[in-house]
Nanobody, 114 residues
Framework: QVQVVESGGGSVQPGGSLRLSCAPS????????MGWYRQAPGQQRELVAA???????NYADSVKGRFTISRDHAKNLVYLQMTSLKPEDTAVYSC????????WGQGTQVTVSS
């Protein structure tokens, strides 16, 4: 069973930055697409950013130019660097392994508020 653990969420003022980390267990990490998703209250979960095993990335239009997804194969970690945060970025952010997602993390809250 693969376990996925996220960290790095928190509260920040508009314009601030946060970096989320995702640590999936097991050796399958290198072959899977890794994605960050978010779900705001009353809304459907949406894909924020994804990165494939070869490093190619894609982003939701709403975060392009502000968020950067990256992966460290040596450390089995995936990061989501979030800058210029806006109140509408407030959500629970979850890391997903695979496309479609086979394994989910528990999620980490990101709150952007003044």
């Amino acid at each position: 069973q693969v376990q996925v653990v996220e960290s790095g969420g928190g509260s920040v003022q508009p314009g601030g930055s946060l970096r989320l980390s995702c640590a999936p267990s097991g050796t399958i990490f290198a072959i899977y697409v890794m994605g960050w998703y978010r779900q705001a209250p009353g809304q459907q979960r949406e894909l924020v950013a994804a990165i494939s095993s070869d490093g190619s990335t894609n982003y939701a239009d709403s975060v392009k130019g502000r968020f950067t997804i990256s992966r460290d194969h040596a450390k089995n970690l995936v990061y989501l660097q979030m800058t210029s945060l806006k109140p509408e970025d407030t959500a629970v952010y979850s890391c997903g392994v695979g496309s479609p997602v086979n394994y989910w993390g528990q999620g980490t809250q990101v709150t952007v508020s003044s």
